[in-house]
């Protein structure tokens, strides 16, 4: 069973810094593209950021700078550093795998609040 | 800024049949943007319906299809049942590595 577990969310101060991690289970996690897709409360959708099986990273303007995604094949993980958080990176986290976008984890909690 | 414009809401009656449509700000949709939907419902992570404009997950209901109508991304629901209630994603990829998604299409089965 496919299975990806997101981990690291929780309230911190503005222009602070968190690291999410995503754990990936059930598949060869080295041949796929993943990525992170954020949600605010009652809002749409947010590509984060995305890294391919080569190690490419690709951000949008919006987080471009403060995000790094990263990964670590052997651990079957999926990281993003958050950066100079703001109230406008408060949202809901998921780790998604693959060009398809097939499997979404169960999201974590990142609230950026003083 | 990139744009992409979903229907905010639309009423479908169950059995009945509704198109949600998904624009790009740039011009008309095609392919080469890889059309993804999505399906939504409160409290849950998104769930993959349609991936490449047209191609089903393993797990998508026949009664979901995917197509290019008009210039633009489209989701056609045939044979609706209630439990189709949900919100609507899609996402488009810019030929820059960018990915953006619409707005979402608010489907209310009554």
């Known amino acids: 069973e496919v299975q990806l577990v997101e981990s690291g969310g929780g309230l911190v101060q503005p222009g602070g810094s968190l690291r999410l991690s995503c754990a990936a289970s059930?598949?060869?996690?080295?041949?796929?593209?993943m990525h992170w897709v954020r949600q605010a409360t009652g809002k749409r959708l947010e590509w984060v950021s995305t890294i391919d099986t080569a190690g490419d990273t690709y951000y949008p303007g919006s987080v471009k700078g403060r995000f790094t995604i990263s990964r670590e094949n052997v651990k079957n993980s999926l990281y993003l550093q958050m950066n100079s958080l703001g109230a406008g990176d408060t949202a809901v986290y998921y780790c998604v795998r693959g060009s398809a976008y097939s499997a979404w984890g169960q999201g974590t909690l990142v609230t950026v609040s003083s | 800024q990139t744009v992409v414009t979903q229907e905010p809401s639309l009423t479908v009656s169950p059995g009945g049949t509704v198109t949600l449509t998904c624009a790009s700000s740039?011009?008309?949709?095609?392919?080469?943007?890889?059309p993804n939907w999505f399906q939504q419902k409160p409290g849950q992570a998104p769930r993959a319906l349609i991936y490449?404009?047209?191609y089903k997950h393993s797990w998508t209901p026949a009664r979901f299809s995917g197509s290019l109508l008009g210039g633009k991304a489209a989701l056609t629901l045939s044979g609706v049942q209630p439990e189709d209630e949900a919100e609507y994603y899609c996402?488009?990829?810019?030929?820059?590595?960018?990915?953006?998604f619409g707005g979402g299409t608010k489907l209310t089965v009554l």
């Open positions: 490449s404009t047209s």
């Open positions: 740039t011009g008309a949709v095609t392919s080469g943007y890889y």
């Open positions: 059930g598949f060869t996690f080295s041949s796929y593209d």
């Open positions: 996402l488009l990829y810019y030929g820059d590595a960018q990915r953006v």
